[in-house]
């Protein structure tokens, strides 16, 4: 007895040292087990949410995990291997990584799983790098003659042209020299490019940055290319400009739409999953704050959510989620951008939208969602949905800003649209 008490104590003492995360939990994802790192990384991701049971936890985050878990119908196998979930949304600095999590699923049993949880923030970082780095460089040693490059001095102007530019966009080489970076390559809403400015301060920290993006050509085709942006730094350590390499690449859209979706769209709504929308975050936060481009946001939370599960199962309210996004989808305009940011909880990024037009469209989108019908065995289910509306100031951090209001709505008894005025006023 003394030996077995030894070895689990051994036992005990290291999975609590364990330099992972680790959780055991039954079907309904309640935790049995959990060590100090899973509780580190964890329940900080739980806000108001139940701590004792790993999917709530994680709602807020990777609202998919559970559909993962449900959806997997052996009696035992894993669900989901190194599974990435991005957290700390729109909380850091443009430029730097987001924390990201990998999540390793194991069901054991009908009724008995392991989840492992490792921070991979730092690993997924160089990942990308390597990949840039990779993809540019190797196909550089190919086909050196598929490459237009421009030089560019201290000040984003044009000094040098090689012929190559000429061939893949069709501008006479001279008639670019004394041009901006800015004018050749003009910034674009519907592209999803961030901008100029942002690619050479990139550049600037790290030695070189590549994205892959549409550009034109002189006689108003677009294509598909790869641009990377090396800094230029001199003897003396001063930066002595930029060069810029443009590679026309073919887009294969064919083998490439379904691996967008996955990386780019929540599975079970189709929204933007929060790393897209924390793209268009940015992107847009950025217009704002150099150009005065206003930008507003709403958050959507479905009422009393939690109820629907309980009363009508998860099958239900996973019909929910999905009739409600669709119904924001088919509203929203084309440049605006809707994302399922975590279990019930979704936002409407709205660029160059004031304050007022954001709650005309907050109001229209509460009056869509209390006319959803969803069939069920127990007769028709009805929804209505509280929302906060925002609109980017100084200082103030946006979501943040739209998150109050949506609560303050939620307090004011539901079904209705808050602005963070109306919320600090109801405060």
Known sequence: MATAAIEDEKLIEFLYAAPVGLVEINAAGTIALINPYAMKHLLPLAGTRDTGNLFAMLDNVAPELRNMFEGFTAQSGTVCDGHRIMVDLCRHHVGTDP??????????????????????????????????????FSSLINDINDYAVLSINPDGVVDAVNASWTSQTGFAS?????????????????????????????????????????????????YWCQRLIAARVGCDGQLGGYTVVLRDITR??????????????????????????????????????????????VTLDIDYFKRVNDTYGHLTGDLVLRRFAQTIAKAIRPTDVLARLGGEEFAVLLPATSLS?????????????????????????????SLGCATAMPNQDLLRVADEALYAAKRGGRDIVYTVDEAAVAA
């Not at 859209?253 to 189709?270: K, S």
């Not at 897209?276 to 507003?296: D, K, N, V």
């Open 174 to 222: 001279d008639t670019l020299i004394g041009q901006t970076l800015a004018n050749i390559f003009p910034s674009s809403v519907t592209d999803g490019n961030i901008g100029m400015v942002e690619h050479l301060r990139l550049a600037e920290r790290d030695g070189w940055h590549l994205n892959e993006m549409w550009h034109s050509r002189k006689d108003g085709s677009r």
């Open 357 to 385: 037009e954001a709650k005309e469209i907050a109001e229209r989108l509460r009056v869509l969602v209390a006319g959803i019908r969803v069939e069920t065995p127990q007769g028709d289910l009805a929804i209505t949905a």
């Open 252 to 297: 294969q859209t064919h083998n490439t739409d379904d691996l967008r979706r996955l990386l780019t769209q929540d599975q079970l709504t189709g929204a933007a999953n929060r790393a897209r929308f924390q793209q268009h975050f940015e992107r847009e936060h950025r217009a704002w704050a150099e150009h005065g481009i206003p930008l507003s946001l």
């Open 99 to 136: 924390k990201m999590l990998a999540c390793t699923l194991v069901k054991l049993s009908a009724d008995r799983a392991i989840a492992c949880i490792s921070d991979i923030t730092i690993q997924v970082a160089q990942e990308r790098r390597l990949k840039q780095a990779e993809t540019w």
